[in-house]
């Protein structure tokens, strides 16, 4: 019961969150998705003293669905198939997927094994000590960060079911919360500017119905899937959540066969149940292709689950986190999830700009999106640029997982030194090794060149956005 009612009010937050959308202009016109609005409220609610009493609902079931909902959303990525960008062969396509995936997960893994965790590291060891928060506290930031509340959530309990670190899964869990606030209010500006400045390969002029979030009658065009099986013997969507379970479930018995191995960091590696859950979507994908079932899995419907589960997992970390263990901690803890954004940031745009392809721009928009939120999140901003995905970025964002694994290496040595068993110094030399490691593949494959974008170009709209006409010339922008 605990598990409904918690979901059913992550729901109604999403409500909320949908309502204030339309009915605020600042929320609008930032483009906040209904899914942090309401996250955002339900934060508010759940931390005010008897509202979990009187409704009921237990922000650690919210923190369960959160693990939940992540793996799912994954799962459902992988089973989506590869789109073909416009005017390119299946080969052209292929080739600039694999240069994406691999620039953006080498560098999300340039940032995960070294910049975040140090940052985060001296930041608390400098701002900290007034607060009695331990510096160790802030190499959970990449946890948050970069992998998102499931995998911060997961490693935090680990942590502190070592007896150690008390209240390491709440903190890393009010991280992953800031990078979801962060995400999107840079995110959203940012690709509102590559917007006017015409960076977007494929872009979609920014309508009422678009700011608002929700359309009217005659703009509700778009299907949200074919129906592939007759209704009477089963739901469509019951099959393709039916293919997710399957997944799901085969993912659990993959997963203990690669906890059995001796290695360390595999079985780190096999306890993201979330990468483990992505590789096997693919292999129940390629089933389908080889037992010719394809034909009945539609990829629009199988988005549109994946964008479900996205949803609510971004509610349930909002509501997840309870200031009465985190409150104390609370300066040092938003200073130093500034710095690092802002370092973060500067990493998106100066190397996001040099992978070299005809999406460079959507591409780091979905990379600050991961890079401070979840691989969903920089899905949901590169929409805003790329509404209809024609370009490969968005499924770059799935593939690139395998290019992370070299970064994830980083993760047992974190967890041996916040329970006492390394020290930073042996820390920092592995990310160090980790970091040159990330950035010299990306170098050979490829994925660091010239600038292929520039915000310094002049602005080229009126048609991509209906506010063009009120921004104001300036350093020699062009006049509208």
């Known amino acids: 019961m605990s598990a409904m009612v918690a979901f059913s009010w992550i729901g109604i937050m999403l409500l909320v969150g949908m309502l204030l959308r339309a009915k605020v202009p600042f929320l609008s016109n930032i483009l906040m998705p209904a ?8 934060f508010v609610l759940m931390n005010i003293p008897g509202f979990a009493a009187v409704t009921g609902v237990d922000a650690n079931m919210c923190n369960t ?3 939940f909902f992540f793996t799912l959303s994954f799962i459902s990525i992988g089973l989506t198939a590869t789109p073909k960008e416009e005017g390119k062969s299946s080969s052209d396509t292929a080739k600039q997927m694999l240069k994406g995936s ?9 940032l995960y094994c070294l910049v975040q965790p140090v940052i985060g590291y001296i930041c608390i060891l ?3 000590q007034p607060f009695d928060m331990p510096a160790e506290y802030g190499v959970l930031i990449p946890f948050a960060f970069c992998q998102g509340p499931g995998q911060s959530a997961s490693f935090g309990a680990q942590i502190e079911a070592a007896g150690v670190m008390p209240g390491a899964g709440q903190v890393a869990i009010t991280y992953s919360v800031i990078g979801f606030v962060f995400a999107f209010l840079v995110g959203v500006p940012l690709a509102k ?3 006017k400045k015409g960076l977007a390969s494929h872009p979609e002029k920014l309508s009422t119905a678009v700011l608002k979030g929700i359309y009217p009658p005659a703009q509700q065009t778009e299907n949200c899937g074919k129906i592939t099986t007759y209704n009477g013997n089963i739901d469509v969507l019951a099959f393709h959540m039916a293919l997710v379970g399957l997944t799901f479930v085969i993912t659990l018995y993959v997963q203990k066969l690669i906890l059995l191995a001796p290695i360390s960091f595999i079985k780190t590696i096999g306890s993201m149940t979330f990468f483990v859950g992505l590789f096997v979507a693919y292999g129940v994908k390629w089933a389908l292709g080889k037992l010719n079932l394809k034909q009945y899995h539609d990829d629009v419907l199988q988005a549109r689950i994946t964008g479900c589960t996205t949803d609510f997992l971004i509610v349930g970390a909002f509501m997840a986190v309870q200031m009465s263990v985190i409150g104390r901690w609370l300066i040092p803890i938003i200073v130093m999830c500034i710095v690092v954004g802002a370092v973060t940031l500067g990493f998106a745009l100066f190397f996001g700009s040099r992978l070299g392809g005809t999406c460079d721009f959507e591409r780091t928009l979905g990379l600050w999106g991961c890079l401070t939120g979840t691989c969903p999140s920089g899905v949901a901003l590169i929409r805003i640029v790329d509404p209809n995905l024609k370009t490969t970025a968005a499924t770059e964002m799935g593939a690139m997982n395998a290019a992370m694994i070299p970064g994830t290496l980083i993760a047992p040595f974190i967890v041996e030194f916040c329970i006492g068993n390394g020290s930073f110094l042996t820390l920092l030399g592995v990310g160090v090794v980790l970091f040159i490691v990330n950035i010299v593949l990306m170098k050979l ?7 292929t974008y ?3 170009a002049p602005v080229v709209c ?3 956005s209906d506010d063009c006409d009120r921004f104001e010339q300036s350093n020699g922008h062009s006049p509208f």
């Open 102 to 110: 691999l620039g953006m997960g080498l560098l999300w893994g340039a």
């Open 454 to 456: 520039s915000f310094r």
């Open 65 to 67: 669905i959160v693990g």
């Open 462 to 464: 009126p048609d991509v």
């Open 126 to 128: 400098l701002l900290g």
């Open 445 to 451: 494959v490829g994925t660091i060149n010239k600038p």
């Open 193 to 195: 500017l590559g917007l």
């Open 35 to 42: 899914s942090v609005i309401g996250g955002l409220v339900g």
